[in-house]
């Protein structure tokens, strides 16, 4: 189950750099899709893969492998 306090600081942090943030809890599996929501997107601002699947984890309380991450518009 996803810590939906940790989701929305997610969404607020992930905003206010141009970015949208979609997720979806399947089976066991969380879908996690970040992408631009903002052309002037701060584009150093988003973490790299792994670090952004760490930081995933424990805003989202669920365990890394458990992520399935796609950046799209980067």
Same mark, same amino acid.
Do not use: F, W
């Given at each position: 189950?996803?810590?939906?306090?940790g989701? %929305?600081a997610?969404? +607020?942090?992930?905003?206010? +750099?141009?970015?949208?943030? @979609?997720?979806?809890?399947?089976e066991?599996?969380? @879908? #996690?899709?970040?992408? #631009? %929501?903002?052309? +002037?997107?701060? %584009?150093?601002?988003? %973490?790299?893969?792994?670090?952004?699947?760490?930081?995933?984890h424990?805003?989202?309380? #669920?365990?890394?492998?458990c992520?399935?991450?796609?950046?799209s +518009?980067?």
């Amino acid at each position: 189950m996803i810590d939906q306090n940790g989701l %929305a600081a997610m969404r +607020d942090t992930l905003a206010a +750099d141009g970015y949208a943030l @979609d997720v979806t809890e399947r089976e066991g599996r969380v @879908d #996690v899709r970040i992408s #631009v %929501a903002d052309p +002037d997107a701060c %584009a150093d601002c988003l %973490a790299p893969e792994p670090v952004l699947r760490g930081i995933l984890h424990k805003s989202l309380g #669920v365990p890394e492998d458990c992520i399935d991450l796609t950046l799209s +518009d980067r």
